[in-house]
T-cell receptor, first 108, second 114 residues
Framework: DAKTTQPTSMDCAEGRAANLPCNHS???????VYWYRQIHSQGPQYIIH???NNETNEMASLIITEDRKSSTLILPHATLRDTAVYYC?????????FGAGTRLTVKP | DTGVSQDPRHKITKRGQNVTFRCDPI?????LYWYRQTLGQGPEFLTY????????KSRLLSDRFSAERPKGSFSTLEIQRTEQGDSAMYLC????????????FGNGTRLTVT
């Protein structure tokens, strides 16, 4: 499974869009990009995943570059409850390997 | 609640004791995964099952660790002769067999070895 790199931490103002970047330059053609988040003392929560097309659901949007070497998770109107560690993972048909993620802090 | 269920939520044990954790996956999910997470780190893969077959084990899974999924439904993770370094959150996840289906995690069992 390809390695991903993310910034260690980010801040975002409440009500603004939070844009979380992820680099996965060694991703292979059959590997999807997944995003999870984890709030303290809870298990990781699935957010969204995609292969090459942009995806949107009720939680977030996922923008994947045309070369698939990077992606951005967008939380359109961040709230204080979106404060969490966000993990970007690229995965084929095997197990899911997590990095250290990005700690997003939403500030009032 | 039809999500992944783990029991117990917390376990405190003395060094050298054995502990066993249980995971009940989402009912229609064939795959079941175990992860370990220490403070400030992302979850680390330990092992996974497809139905009752254990298909992959990480090097992190020492011979003191054993996982079973006897009937392809719930799973247990046992740690024998616990050490202080085993203190961590143990997470279980499940997914459909389709390799691209996302994993759905439980809220974990926090183990403290004193």
């Amino acid at each position: 499974d390809a390695k991903t790199t993310q910034p260690t931490s980010m801040d975002c103002a409440e009500g603004r869009a939070a844009n979380l970047p992820c680099n996965h330059s060694t991703i292979s053609g059959n590997e999807y990009v997944y995003w999870y988040r984890q709030i303290h003392s809870q298990g990781p929560q699935y957010i969204i995943h995609g292969l090459k097309n942009n995806e949107t659901n009720e939680m977030a949007s996922l923008i994947i570059t045309e070369d698939r070497k990077s992606s951005t998770l967008i939380l359109p109107h961040a709230t204080l409850r979106d404060t969490a560690v966000y993990y970007c993972i690229s995965k084929g048909n095997n197990d899911m390997r997590f990095g250290a993620g990005t700690r997003l802090t939403v500030k009032p | 609640d039809t999500g992944v269920s783990q029991d117990p939520r917390h376990k405190i044990t003395k060094r050298g004791q054995n502990v066993t954790f249980r995971c009940d996956p989402i009912s229609e999910h064939n795959r079941l995964y175990w992860y370990r997470q220490t403070l400030g780190q992302g979850p680390e893969f330990l092992t996974y099952f497809q139905n009752e077959a254990q298909l992959e084990k990480s090097r992190l899974l020492s011979d003191r660790f054993s996982a079973e999924r006897p009937k392809g439904s719930f799973s247990t993770l046992e740690i024998q002769r616990t050490e202080q370094g085993d203190s961590a959150m143990y997470l279980c996840a499940s997914s459909l067999t389709d390799g691209n289906s996302p994993l759905h995690f439980g809220n974990g069992t926090r183990l403290t070895v004193t």
